[in-house]
């Protein structure tokens, strides 16, 4: 497991991840930001996750549905793709005036609502347990069950969904013992396998 990053206590969090440089540029050692007073919510209030579909609430955007990209838990933000958006330039350099482009800015949790996958219309969701004891999100309008998503890798590939290629090393052929360790020098265990019989003896050396 990763080691938890030590941050300062007066440290603001921001879209960028802690040891980037990015962060640490909006962080610079010896200054201190003015603190932000972030609503407490317990673990069973968070709702929803990174993939979830959501809709918006609140901003130009009100109203539209669109995916949860990023969840910054210590602010209680949520980023949905390509929602509540601000266009900046990056890349300026001389008389190039740079990049027009596109970057979604944080809503708050309580900005947005969970999508229910039957009528893709919002709702309010609750915490319940099934008869074989599984943790499941509840839309309280339909009562039916919300499932949470899939976790995807940093590329977008969903581990559980992958299908091999075939270029692609088997789970088989990656756990098969191929090799048995052994205590002999690697010229005698190559000697060995190769059944070559040696007769040269090796030269009594002495160490002052």
Partial sequence: MAAKVKLPPDYRYGTNRPWTVAAQRKNPPGTKRNKVFVEPMEKDDWKVFKGDVVQVLAGKDSGKQGKIIQVIRPRNWVIVEGLNTHYRYIGKSGDYRGT?????????????????????????????????????????????????????????????????????????????????????????????????????????SYWY
Avoid at 109 to 123: A, E
Avoid at 152 to 167: A, L, M, T, Y
Avoid at 176 to 197: A, C, H, R, S
């Fill in 100 to 204: 027009y482009v596109p970057s979604e800015a944080p809503l708050l949790v309580r900005q947005v609502s969970l999508v229910d996958p039957s009528d893709r219309k919002p709702t309010d969701v609750e915490w319940r347990y099934t008869e074989e004891g599984e943790k499941v999100r509840v839309s309280v309008r339909t009562g039916r069950i919300v499932p949470k998503p899939v976790p995807q890798r940093c590329d977008g590939i969903i581990p559980e969904q992958w299908i091999d290629g075939p270029k692609d090393t088997s789970v088989d052929d990656a756990v098969e013992k191929t090799y048995t360790p052994v205590l002999k020098p690697f010229e005698e265990d190559v000697i060995e396998k190769m059944g070559i019989v040696e007769t040269r003896r090796p030269r009594k």
